[in-house]
């Protein structure tokens, strides 16, 4: 961490010299984040699942969160899947699946001032930081707004769970893998945070119907699912278990998933 300071002190040394009261974390290169999440939360998943899991999935910001955690899971087991999950806008998905960090909204011509043209928030990015780096994936899938919306509100109305749109999102990728994997599997995602900051745009009904994404369905049939009902046919059986854990710098709660 402090190395990592450093290096940004001898790049930036007007800026260093005038900020005497302050500290640059520079968390999206600063690989004390992909240490935190290789040390603290992959343990903790590991621990409190005993292992039994089949796979990881997380969207990417600063990357240390799925760094970490995938490059710690897969290391205490390499049969574990772990995958990103990745929003409109973000170029990984292609990184990722290709090999190039690239995204239909940079094509030339189709260049827009804000590629992120997304509702969801503290995810997707068009580099590749130095934690993203670190990450060990097998694959990736693409979220959209309109998954992010009504994952939400189905895990508020169906499990208590009042999230923000990165968590959601989150929760559409486990989804992705699930359907990806078969049935008789365990998904591990993180749920990083509240809906609480996120009032007015994402659990903002008039925001929504706007920009025509105000949530239509009662159930998961916007991801192709029927969920367990009576005397009707099923596709899957969705079990949610949340964990909650603390660490000395965050409260949050990551989800396994049983399908």
């Not at 001898?10 to 974390?25: D, I, V, Y």
Request: with cysteine; proline share 3%.
């Amino acid at each position: 961490m402090n190395s990592c300071a450093h290096d940004w002190e001898k790049q930036n040394p007007a800026l260093s010299s005038s900020c005497t009261g302050g500290f640059f974390a520079d968390q999206f290169e600063n690989l004390a984040n992909f240490w935190a999440h290789y040390e603290g939360t992959g343990p903790e998943i590991w621990e409190q699942t005993g292992g039994d899991l089949d796979a990881f999935v997380a969207a990417a910001g600063t990357g240390g969160t799925i760094a970490g955690v995938s490059r710690f899971l897969q290391e205490k087991n390499p049969k574990i899947k772990c995958f990103l999950i990745d929003p409109t806008g973000s170029g990984l998905f292609n990184k990722v699946t290709r090999g190039v960090t690239y995204t239909q909204e940079e094509a030339e011509g189709k260049r827009l001032k804000n590629p992120f043209d997304t509702i969801t928030e503290g995810i997707g990015i068009n580099r590749v930081t130095q934690n993203f780096v670190k990450a060990r994936l097998d694959g990736a899938f693409r979220g959209t707004d309109k998954e992010a919306v009504e994952m939400s509100r189905f895990l508020l109305k169906n499990d208590g769970l009042f999230l923000r749109s990165s968590s959601a999102m989150n929760c559409v990728g486990a989804v992705r893998v699930a359907q990806a994997l078969g049935p008789g599997h365990t998904i591990v995602t993180i749920v990083c945070d509240s809906g609480m900051r996120h009032l007015s745009k994402f659990y903002d009904a008039q925001y929504l119907s706007q920009h025509g994404l105000a949530p239509t369905t009662t159930g998961l049939e916007f991801m192709g699912i029927k969920l367990v009902l009576a005397s009707q046919d099923v596709e899957y059986n969705i079990r949610v278990h949340s964990h909650q854990f603390c660490s000395s710098t965050w409260q949050s709660c990551f989800l396994s998933l049983h399908f």
